[in-house]
């Protein structure tokens, strides 16, 4: 998000700093895609619920976006290959605890349908998800497959909920314990990059014990959690 401020601090100030024309077109460009499209769904990218309805309109949105900036939607598009984590049978499902105006109970429905008429894998895939290809006119029901049982086995979950009408499903304890649960995971990869953060201040600065490092990290990170800002008042709690 640095990266995207800086790029529009230079559109702002473009006439100070006397950039050429072939600069200041190309900060057009690329800040007219952060404000139309990537400011948007970066701010919405904390609900893992929502994250398959977000990623499969954002695909949709690039290929509509060849008309206006070809170069780059195709640039886009080809990034989006490899980060298709939330179009996969395993994490579509977690669209059906969404509240997403285009989610609407008849997809819902849909993908409750193909959920109940595809067979449980005995053995479920480990490692990296099967990415599938997303075209023009694929809805979050193409994404179905066996692998999509993954969430309700691996929690014990019944779905006995999912034929019921979309508007019961709150009634059933199985579909809460599944929502509290979806509502829990992390979609950004903010933790992972505290943690690598937190070990590249600390772990090799101090000691290179191992013992002594794990002890050191776990001390620094409930520090943290205790005092999270600087102020008096946290800091004489």
């Known amino acids: ?136 006119d694929s809805t979050l029901v193409d994404f179905v497959g066996p692998q999509s049982h993954t969430l309700f086995t691996s929690l014990a979950i019944g779905m006995d909920w999912l034929p019921k009408p979309v508007d019961e499903w709150h009634l059933d304890p199985d579909f809460c314990i599944a929502e509290r649960f979806v509502r829990t995971v992390k979609v950004l990869n903010d933790t992972a990059e505290r943690g690598i953060r937190l070990i590249s201040d600390f772990a090799t600065s101090i000691t290179t014990d191992p013992m002594q490092q794990f002890a050191l990290l776990q001390a620094v990170e409930r520090h943290r959690r205790l005092y999270p800002d600087l102020p008096k008042k946290t800091l004489n709690m």
């Open 1 to 136: 998000m640095a990266c995207n401020i800086y790029a529009a601090k230079m559109l702002m100030f473009s006439q100070q700093m006397e950039y050429d024309e072939e600069m200041l077109n190309r900060l057009q460009r690329m800040n007219t895609f952060l404000s139309l499209f990537y400011v948007p769904l970066w701010m919405r990218a904390s609900k893992v619920c929502d994250a398959p309805i977000h990623d499969l309109q954002f695909f949709h949105d690039m290929v509509d976006y060849r008309r206006i900036d070809k170069q780059v939607a195709e640039t886009v598009l080809s990034k989006l290959e490899n980060h298709r984590w939330y179009l996969t049978e395993e994490t579509v499902p977690f669209v059906l605890f969404s509240k997403h105006p285009a989610v609407t109970d008849s997809t819902k429905h849909d993908i409750a349908a193909k959920l109940l008429v595809t067979p449980i894998p005995e053995h479920f895939r480990l490692g990296k998800p099967v990415f599938r290809q997303v075209r023009r």
